[in-house]
């Protein structure tokens, strides 16, 4: 079992940056690769970011490409997700996500969020124009 607790997320106006963090607590954290999600209302769950159990690989979403950075320090087990020039479609509930199996080799791989075993709660990012 994994817990996963985000923070960070808050009020920002258009152009800012925010950046989160997930603890994770539980079973060994470096087995698990990472993800980040983000859910609008009435819309879809969202694929934002993973990152491999090392840090080596990457992978973004079309959307976030360029302007967010996904890193881990598995010394302190935490993930985090730095959000530069956001924007107010960026406003949603942005959820950290723990996955036993490897990400994979290709984006749409890694973006399949039904292969993520735990999930956190969610913290809110609000972006103002």
């Known amino acids: 079992q994994v817990q996963l607790v985000e923070s960070g997320g808050g009020l920002v106006q258009a152009g800012g940056s925010l950046r989160l963090s997930c603890a994770a607590s539980?079973?060994?954290?470096?087995?698990?690769?990472m993800g980040w999600f983000r859910q609008a209302p009435w819309t879809e769950r969202e694929f934002v970011a993973a990152?491999?159990?090392?840090?080596?690989?990457?992978y973004y979403g079309d959307s976030v490409k360029g302007r967010f950075t996904i890193s881990r320090d598995n010394a302190k087990n935490m993930v985090f997700l730095q959000m530069n020039s956001l924007k107010p479609e960026d406003t949603a509930v942005y959820y950290c996500?723990?996955?036993?199996?490897?990400?994979?080799?290709?984006?749409?791989?890694?973006?399949?969020?039904?292969?993520?075993?735990?999930w956190g709660q969610g913290t809110q990012v609000t972006v103002s124009s």
């Open positions: 996500a723990a996955r036993l199996t490897g990400l994979g080799t290709t984006t749409q791989a890694a973006s399949v969020s039904g292969r993520y075993n735990y």
């Open positions: 990152i491999n159990w090392s840090g080596g690989s990457t």
């Open positions: 539980g079973r060994t954290f470096s087995n698990y690769a």
